[in-house]
């Protein structure tokens, strides 16, 4: 049997995070969960952007991190922060191209300085190309990728989650990906490198799949994309309570369940052999959302558990933490006094730490200096002159 051990399977990694916005901190989240030590550089008064969102013990991002509030504009700051770095496995930033060079913190001196550094960079569309130096949010980002377009309900807008594709999907975990492996292609080289991680590139990365259904439909016209609830047994449907319905039984035995579970097997328009006549889909589907409405969103769930019928209730929220599924696995956990969702995934034997709450700006800033050598006196005299 192999030793379990609760530091992760990132411990030992240390981590110097740039204070940002969406992805870039969404990423060090999850390279802390999976215990690396994320030591976050906070500005010494928050932005107006920051005071938008939640702050202190609330901001979900900053779980498992330390905190040292440093004013990259004050000359004593770089100093520290060189010294900071001599430490450091993986440097996060999520700026706009050349504002780490403007603070003189550009990858040449820093991988100058530490060559075995990965020098990871978050941004909406690279560090290169016409649009670099562009504004932009997720929104924008999905839309470039093709992936909003994909995203749309049949015959209607295109929409996606907010902030899921672009931010969390295409940018931070796309980025966490990226640092584990320049981690592991370092062990090996002793050389770090730059990572350039677009949220632009990422989205459409997600889109791969949508892409691949794309080229099917242009090899093969006629084919409709069963995906995008076009097709009447891969949608949402409305419960008599107003709650929704997800329901989805694509492969034939699936499908079979389904149209059993509902007593609709002898309903010609069900029949399997006609599943994908399309010419019988605006009849099926007012079926069903009149079949759907007929009972509430409880019953339904009751109807169809046990089966493999494909159809699960649409939860908020609130009910998502408590579905048993969830609370079998500790899918959620409470830090801080917000239910949020826990480390993923799971390891069989470096297990990722339960997080600790989200650090007050600055909080950790006296034991993270001695830790890298900093003497009692350097750090008052930092204190003093506004540097910390």
């Known amino acids: 049997m192999n030793q379990v051990s609760s530091a992760g399977p990132l411990s030992g990694v240390r981590v110097l ?23 976050l550089l906070e ?21 498992g991190k330390r905190s040292l509030a440093l004013d990259l504009k004050h000359p004593e700051a770089l100093a520290v922060l060189l010294r900071l770095l001599d430490r450091a496995d993986v440097l996060l930033e999520g700026f706009r191209p050349g504002v780490m060079e403007r603070l003189g913190l550009g990858p040449e001196p820093c991988l100058a300085r530490n060559p075995r550094l990965i020098y990871a960079r978050m941004t909406g569309w690279g560090q290169t190309g016409p649009l670099a130096g562009a ?13 909003l377009e994909a995203g749309r309900r ?46 632009a590139e990422g ?17 093969r016209p006629g084919i409709e994309h069963l995906l995008d609830s076009s097709a009447p047994f891969y949608d949402v449907y409305a419960c008599a309570d107003g709650r929704w319905l997800s329901v989805a039984p694509l492969e034939p ?16 328009d069900f029949s399997p052999s006609c599943r994908f006549d399309q ?17 509430d969103q409880a019953t339904w769930c009751r109807r169809f558990e046990g089966t493999e019928g494909c159809v699960m209730p649409v939860l908020d929220f609130e009910e998502a933490p408590r579905h048993p599924q969830h609370m079998a696995r500790g899918a959620f956990i409470n830090v801080g ?23 007050l700006p600055g909080e950790h800033g006296q034991i993270c200096l001695e830790q890298a050598g900093f003497t009692p006196q350097e750090i008052e005299a930092l204190r003093a002159s506004g540097a910390i």
């Open 17 to 39: 995070e740039f204070e940002g916005l969406g992805p870039a901190p969404f990423c060090g989240m999850l390279l802390a969960d999976m215990g690396a030590e994320v030591l």
């Open 43 to 63: 500005r010494p008064r928050p932005s107006h952007a920051q005071r938008l969102m939640s702050e202190g013990r609330r901001r979900v991002t900053h779980r």
């Open 135 to 147: 504004p932009g949010h997720d929104l924008n980002y999905v839309g470039l990728s093709g992936a």
């Open 154 to 199: 049949h015959g209607g807008a295109p929409w996606a989650p907010p902030t899921l594709v672009g931010d969390m999907g295409g940018g931070g975990l796309l980025l966490a990906f990226g640092i584990a492996c320049a981690l592991l292609e370092a062990r090996r080289s002793g050389q770090g490198q730059v990572l350039d991680a677009a949220m």
């Open 203 to 219: 989205a459409a990365l997600l889109a791969q799949g949508l892409f691949n259904i794309h080229a099917e439909r242009e090899a």
């Open 253 to 268: 035995a699936f499908y079979a369940s389904f149209i059993q579970t509902l007593g609709l097997q002898e309903d010609p």
């Open 279 to 295: 010419a019988r889909w605006p009849s099926m589907r007012s079926k069903l959302e009149a079949c759907f409405a007929a009972e």
């Open 337 to 359: 006094g917000v239910c949020q969702p826990a480390p993923a995934p799971m390891f069989s034997r470096t297990l990722a730490a339960r997080p600790a709450e989200p650090p």
